[in-house]
């Protein structure tokens, strides 16, 4: 049976719904290669929500049609990129074999099979197979998506349109898949979407996050269950309430607020109250761990707008933030508002917001130093006499959060928790002793 490579690019939403596909091509026979040298098919599934991403799948799928130069390679691209250029794909690459749009990603190994185009590019969506999922990588922790496309039109984002309107997923068939994987090993679970506090409104009619989170934590192999992009104004009292009442479900929350000047929300199309809801959730959980993004030079943008910004993240309501540069995507609305900004000016500022963020993340990590908590294990490597081990804590999301690092004499099992002394701090690294 043929090999196929599957090649993820972009977010984690992009990984679970590449991990569904291998299901799927596992199921039809395929057999699945991480080597596109070793490969007879190569699927990319792409990303383009700023024109870095865009500019990213467009090289990825040259250099992948170089090797179709020299090989029988079958080239297929789907996901975000293709969605959004659609038939202006086959201009711009004439060499791929296939293509289809973020809607129809399950009807990959058909096309092959069948060796025909898809043409389907409406409604864009996103897809779940949750019976057959092939995990891309065997650490204790992996991503479950709750919900496909969004209901909020940020006037600087392209997603909706790419993605399509908000779609949960139901709370049983999430639970289930949550139950297999937990089962299959899985310690920490990280709940993802373009807004998981938005979940359940479009099935349920209310807000249900916190229904969902209940019923996984009652999965007691679960020890960690970690929520990502919430999104201000659908976080409820209810939802707060869970983080007291389960301690498997990290004190944690990851909140994109993009900014915090009226002016600037305003333009942006986000809710105008973000800075009294960050509030809120602080008061309710004083020892929450959040984490958030911002956005540093969107048209109009003051000096004024950013020092109002650094005032409140001075505040300290954050541990740990992600400054982006403002990217102008000629499909997003905000492409067309006045004051745009020149990208070194909006460099400059990223550079401020991160260098005074550093410093409150110091004061905070000080405060905790000496202190024990337990670490979940990822990787453990023997260098010379030493084993070099890299960790997390609750607080520390994967790959965007740092890690704890621990040096010792014997090797500890990777998927397992440790009991540990925080030492010292390094850049975003915490050094720690067993
Ligand atoms: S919440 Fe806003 S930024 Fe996030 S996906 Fe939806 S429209 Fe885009």
Same mark, same amino acid.
């Given at each position: 049976?043929?090999?196929?490579? =599957?090649?993820?690019?972009g977010c984690p939403k992009n990984i679970v719904e590449a991990e569904y596909l291998l299901g799927i091509l596992n199921d039809k026979g395929f057999k699945i290669t991480n080597s596109v040298a070793d490969a007879d098919i190569a699927i990319i599934h792409t990303c383009s929500f700023i024109k870095k991403a865009q500019k990213e799948s467009e090289n990825t799928i040259r250099n992948i049609l170089n090797v179709k130069k020299k090989t029988n390679l079958?080239?297929?691209? *789907? $996901?975000?990129? *293709?969605?959004?250029?659609?038939?202006?794909?086959?201009?711009?690459?004439?060499?791929?074999?296939?293509?289809?749009? %973020?809607?129809?990603?399950?009807?990959? !190994?058909?096309?092959?099979?069948?060796?025909?185009?898809?043409? +389907?590019?409406?409604?864009?969506?996103?897809?779940?197979?949750?019976?057959?999922?092939?995990?891309?990588?065997?650490?204790?922790?992996?991503?479950?998506?709750?919900?496909?496309?969004?209901?909020?039109?940020?006037?600087?984002?392209? +997603? !909706? *349109?790419?993605?399509?309107?908000?779609?949960?997923?139901?709370?049983?068939?999430?639970? #289930?898949?949550?139950?297999?994987?937990?089962?299959?090993?899985?310690?920490?679970?990280?709940?993802?979407?373009?807004?998981?506090?938005?979940? $359940?409104?479009?099935?349920? $009619?209310?807000?249900?996050?916190?229904?969902?989170?209940?019923?996984?934590?009652?999965?007691?192999?679960?020890?960690?269950?970690?929520?990502?992009?919430?999104? !201000?104004?659908?976080?409820? *009292? #209810?939802?707060?309430?869970?983080?007291?009442?389960?301690?498997?479900?990290?004190?944690?929350?990851?909140?994109?607020?993009?900014?915090?000047?009226?002016?600037?929300?305003?333009?942006?199309?986000? !809710?105008?109250?973000?800075?009294?809801?960050?509030?809120?959730?602080?008061?309710?959980?004083?020892?929450?761990?959040?984490? %958030?993004?911002?956005?540093? $030079?969107?048209?109009?943008?003051?000096?004024?707008?950013?020092?109002?910004?650094?005032?409140?993240?001075? &505040?300290?309501?954050?541990?740990?933030?992600?400054?982006?540069?403002?990217?102008?995507?000629?499909?997003?609305?905000?492409?067309?508002?006045?004051?745009?900004? /020149?990208?070194?000016?909006?460099?400059?500022?990223?550079?401020?917001?991160? &260098?005074?963020?550093?410093?409150?993340?110091?004061? /905070?990590?000080?405060?905790?130093?000496?202190?024990?908590?337990? =670490?979940?294990?990822?990787?453990?490597?023997?260098?010379?006499?030493?084993?070099?081990?890299?960790?997390?804590?609750?607080?520390?999301?994967?790959? +965007?959060?740092?890690? +704890?690092?621990?040096?010792?004499? &014997?090797?500890?099992?990777?998927?397992?928790?440790?009991?540990?002394?925080?030492?010292?701090?390094?850049?975003?690294?915490?050094?720690?002793?067993?």
């Amino acid at each position: 049976m043929q090999k196929v490579a =599957v090649i993820v690019l972009g977010c984690p939403k992009n990984i679970v719904e590449a991990e569904y596909l291998l299901g799927i091509l596992n199921d039809k026979g395929f057999k699945i290669t991480n080597s596109v040298a070793d490969a007879d098919i190569a699927i990319i599934h792409t990303c383009s929500f700023i024109k870095k991403a865009q500019k990213e799948s467009e090289n990825t799928i040259r250099n992948i049609l170089n090797v179709k130069k020299k090989t029988n390679l079958l080239v297929y691209v *789907s $996901g975000c990129l *293709s969605q959004m250029l659609q038939d202006k794909m086959l201009k711009l690459f004439p060499d791929i074999d296939g293509f289809v749009g %973020t809607g129809t990603l399950q009807k990959i !190994p058909e096309l092959i099979l069948n060796k025909n185009f898809d043409k +389907i590019f409406l409604p864009p969506g996103g897809f779940n197979n949750s019976k057959h999922r092939v995990l891309s990588s065997n650490i204790p922790s992996t991503y479950l998506k709750i919900a496909e496309g969004c209901q909020h039109r940020c006037s600087f984002c392209i +997603i !909706p *349109s790419l993605r399509g309107n908000y779609e949960s997923r139901t709370i049983e068939s999430l639970v #289930n898949e949550a139950k297999a994987l937990s089962d299959h090993g899985v310690k920490e679970l990280i709940l993802i979407a373009q807004d998981t506090t938005g979940y $359940g409104k479009d099935i349920y $009619g209310i807000f249900a996050l916190d229904k969902l989170l209940a019923k996984l934590a009652k999965l007691s192999n679960l020890k960690w269950i970690r929520l990502l992009y919430a999104y !201000p104004s659908s976080v409820t *009292s #209810n939802l707060l309430d869970v983080f007291n009442e389960y301690k498997n479900i990290c004190n944690y929350i990851d909140i994109p607020i993009q900014h915090i000047s009226r002016n600037i929300l305003s333009s942006m199309k986000r !809710p105008l109250n973000t800075g009294k809801i960050i509030e809120k959730i602080k008061t309710k959980l004083p020892e929450i761990v959040l984490r %958030t993004s911002v956005i540093t $030079g969107f048209p109009g943008e003051t000096k004024e707008d950013v020092r109002e910004l650094i005032s409140f993240l001075n &505040k300290g309501f954050f541990q740990y933030i992600g400054v982006f540069e403002y990217s102008n995507q000629n499909e997003a609305e905000s492409s067309k508002l006045k004051g745009q900004i /020149k990208n070194d000016i909006a460099k400059g500022r990223k550079i401020e917001i991160e &260098k005074a963020q550093y410093e409150i993340f110091k004061s /905070k990590i000080a405060k905790i130093l000496y202190d024990k908590i337990d =670490v979940l294990v990822e990787s453990c490597v023997k260098e010379a006499d030493k084993y070099r081990i890299k960790a997390r804590s609750y607080f520390q999301s994967p790959e +965007i959060d740092g890690n +704890i690092t621990l040096t010792q004499d &014997k090797s500890l099992q990777v998927g397992n928790f440790y009991n540990s002394t925080l030492m010292s701090l390094k850049g975003y690294d915490i050094n720690a002793k067993l």
